[in-house]
């Protein structure tokens, strides 16, 4: 019996690990994807990449645009694909275009995306962010709010914040499209995080809860001074690869 007990408590341990959120790897296209049956394809780097196999099981899935790509080989940079994975169409894909990469929980392939409470790290929520293949939308669980949130390239919700960030005498990572930045450090740039599309550029916006100053050493394009409580948002043009501050 204690032997029994045992054995229930292990398997208990088994179903009940401590989750910790991985982020997806973002890479680009090395060339265009021109056909829709073209099956090998570039990548600017195939880190992350995963062929199936007996050791690793399923491998990676990439997701380019709107369309999903389940990797069967990997050769340097060149990975040999199932095109129109979960759901979705093959297309023509552009020099460049952003690439998602991840293990195929990493996907969600459904008619309507998350909504309501959630887990950083568990459930639908091992991987960050979370993309639903089927309508192209990127979602981020808050940790300020333990909701699900809209992440980049997501016009399917109103922005919510997410994890407040430090300033640092450098660059800083962008939680979401909105989060807090405390202290009153000089930053010299943003680190372009996963799902944000600097070919096809955007906004975030932060809320100071510091008198932090911004420089042009790195990606800002103009020098600013935040405003304790007044939002600073910055939009990246692809053709300068810079931001610019709304102040």
């Known amino acids: 019996m204690k032997n029994f007990l045992k054995l229930l408590i292990i398997l208990a341990g088994v179903g009940s690990p401590a989750f910790a959120q991985t982020s997806l790897t973002a890479t680009t296209l090395?060339?265009?994807?021109?056909?829709?049956?073209?099956?090998?394809?570039?990548l600017a780097s195939a880190t992350g990449v995963v062929a199936p196999s007996a050791l690793t099981g399923s491998g990676s899935e990439l997701f380019i645009d709107s369309e999903a790509f389940t990797v069967t080989s990997?050769?340097?940079?060149?990975?040999?694909?199932?095109?129109?994975?979960?759901?979705?169409?093959?297309?023509?894909?552009?020099?460049?275009?952003?690439?998602?990469?991840?293990?195929?929980?990493?996907?969600?392939?459904?008619?309507?995306?998350?909504?309501?409470?959630?887990?950083?790290?568990?459930?639908?929520?091992?991987?960050?962010?979370?993309?639903?293949?089927?309508t192209g939308n990127e979602w981020l669980c808050s940790t300020i709010t333990g909701k699900v949130v809209p992440g980049f390239s997501n016009v399917a919700g109103v922005p919510q914040v997410t994890t407040a960030v430090a300033s640092a005498a450098g660059l800083v990572t962008p939680s979401g499209p909105l989060f807090h930045i405390?202290?009153?450090?000089?930053?010299?740039?943003?680190?372009?995080?996963?799902?944000?599309?600097?070919?096809?550029?955007?906004t975030i916006s932060v809320i100071p809860d510091g008198a932090f100053t911004t420089t042009t050493a790195g990606n800002?394009?103009?020098?600013?001074?935040?405003?304790?409580?007044?939002?600073?948002?910055?939009?990246?043009?692809?053709?300068?690869?810079?931001?610019?501050?709304?102040?």
Do not use: W
């Not at 460049?96 to 969600?108: D, K």
């Not at 405390?182 to 955007?202: C, R, S, Y």
């Open 220 to 247: 800002i394009a103009v020098a600013s001074t935040a405003v304790v409580g007044k939002v600073l948002s910055f939009t990246y043009d692809a053709n300068t690869a810079k931001f610019y501050p709304s102040y």
């Open 30 to 42: 090395g060339s265009a994807v021109n056909a829709i049956n073209q099956r090998t394809i570039q």
């Open 74 to 134: 990997v050769s340097g940079t060149y990975v040999t694909v199932t095109r129109g994975a979960s759901g979705t169409a093959a297309s023509a894909h552009v020099l460049g275009a952003m690439v998602l990469i991840g293990p195929p929980q990493a996907f969600i392939s459904t008619p309507f995306d998350p909504a309501g409470a959630c887990k950083v790290g568990a459930g639908i929520f091992q991987y960050s962010p979370l993309i639903n293949v089927r």
């Open 182 to 202: 405390t202290g009153a450090l000089a930053i010299t740039g943003f680190n372009i995080p996963v799902g944000f599309d600097p070919k096809e550029g955007g």
